[in-house]
Every structure is written in C-alpha cells, then in structure tokens.
C-alpha cells in the first residue's frame, strides 16, 4: 500500500533530533504494524499540495500548530484537495488538525474548546463499532494537544468515540473518510517534551494534570491498526462503474 503524507507541520527543530518530524513518526507507527508500507509525502504547510487524488493508494494528514480556521492560502488549498478525495471516493484519514481539517472542508463546523487545551491521555469511550475496528476495544485512549475540535459534524458524517472533553473524537465521513482528534503517532516521550515545551501557552495545573496522565496506558498500536484495516476496507470495495 501507498500512503501520501500530507504534512501540516513541522516538529520544532530542538525537539526533532531526539524525536524526529511528523513524517518519521508515522511512518515508524505505521511500519511497525505493516513493514511493506511505503510512503510519499507533501509538505502542504509549504504550498506544496497534490494535484492527483490517484498518486497513491491511501493518503493521511498529520496534524499542525495551525488552525483550520486560520484563512491561510495552503490551508484552503489544502480543503479543495480533501474534496477532491471525497468526489473521488479515495480513502482519508486525518489526525488532529487533520479530522478537524476534513470536517471544516465538508461543512462541518470547528471551534476553539472552551475548556483550554487537551494535553497528556485522553480517555475515549468508543459508541458504535464498525467491521474495521479489529482487535475490538471499548476504550481507545490516545496522546491528545489540541485546543480546537470538532463541533458540528459535516452531512454524511458519524461519531464513533467521544470522550467529556471531547465529544467529537473519532469520526467516519461516509465510507471513506476518517477523522481522529488523537495522536497515535505521538509517543509519551514526545508528548512529555512537546508540554514542555509549551510550557508558557499552558496552565500550570493541565501541565502536571497532563504530564501525570502520561502513566496510563496508551492505544496507539490499537489505532494503527484501525487505521490500516479502515484503509484496506475501502481499497477492497470495487470500483463504481
């Protein structure tokens, strides 16, 4: 399988020789489950935005310190492309700024929480199982940073795991888009780092709330392999005629 990254972002520059950049961290996640994997990634944060919804086989996007509410020129850019994908029926998944980024492009509506940000675990209850969520779970707790989210679901759109922080966590679009508003790819070491390093931007308490909460057990490799069965799901289905 092809995956096309489209990166949003960049990890700050202290924080990348411990931790690498938002493609290494997906490609590692995603190679650990299926090593046969490759990857083709455009840096859409640059202006760099594809212009063929058939590069590759499946395409991701990463999350970013933007918002989709910025009005920046690559951000709608970016919009134009995911409705591209939908018109064109080709599998999505989008992480953080990705699952809100997919909601804003196909109506839906984000907005900033206005409980503050969600650092450290978040702890998710799933509401409706599909076929792709194998190894089953009820629970799905995921490295979260995020100050924006998710409120008003775009047509054709469904949640699938919501949590009181967030209820709109994790979200199909019809069959082949799908939104998470957690970091799989985050592990806890660069979730730590990256809380310190907004230290400034964060409330002492959901700073230590949110570096306690990193103790708890984390489902990234439950997700990943979400992610992967969703995507071979839709890649199986036959093609219109």
């Known amino acids: 399988m092809r995956i096309g990254l489209l990166q949003c972002d960049d990890v700050a520059e202290e924080l990348q020789p411990r931790h690498g950049n938002y493609p290494d961290m997906f490609e590692r996640l995603l190679s650990s489950v299926d090593s046969s994997l490759t990857f083709q990634t ?9 212009t063929d919804t058939g590069a590759v086989d499946a395409w991701l996007i990463t999350g970013s310190k933007f918002g989709v509410n910025d009005g920046s020129d690559w951000i709608e850019a970016l919009c134009s492309f995911v409705r591209e994908l939908w018109q064109a029926g080709r599998p999505l998944v989008g992480v953080c700024f990705g699952h809100q980024l997919i909601a804003r492009a196909l109506g839906g509506e984000v907005v900033k929480n206005e409980r503050g940000w969600g650092v450290g ?10 076929a792709w969520m194998e190894p089953w779970q009820e629970g799905l707790d995921l490295v979260v940073s995020h100050q924006d989210q998710v409120r008003q679901l775009p047509d054709q759109a469904k949640i699938l795991a919501v949590s009181d922080f967030c209820p709109i966590y994790l979200m199909q679009v019809g069959e082949t888009f799908l939104g998470i508003q957690g970091h799989p790819e985050f592990t806890k070491a660069y979730s730590a780092d990256l809380m310190e390093h907004k230290r400034d931007a964060l409330p002492s308490n959901r700073l230590r709330e949110g570096l306690i909460s990193l103790d708890a057990p984390v489902d990234d490799q439950v997700m990943v392999r979400w992610m992967l069965n969703f995507f071979r799901q839709e890649l199986s289905r036959p093609a219109a005629s």
């Not at 455009?42 to 594809?50: M, S, Y």
Request: glycine share 6%.
């Open 42 to 50: 455009w840096r859409c944060h640059d202006g760099e935005i594809p």
């Open 121 to 130: 675990m978040s702890f998710n209850r799933v509401t409706e199982r599909t």
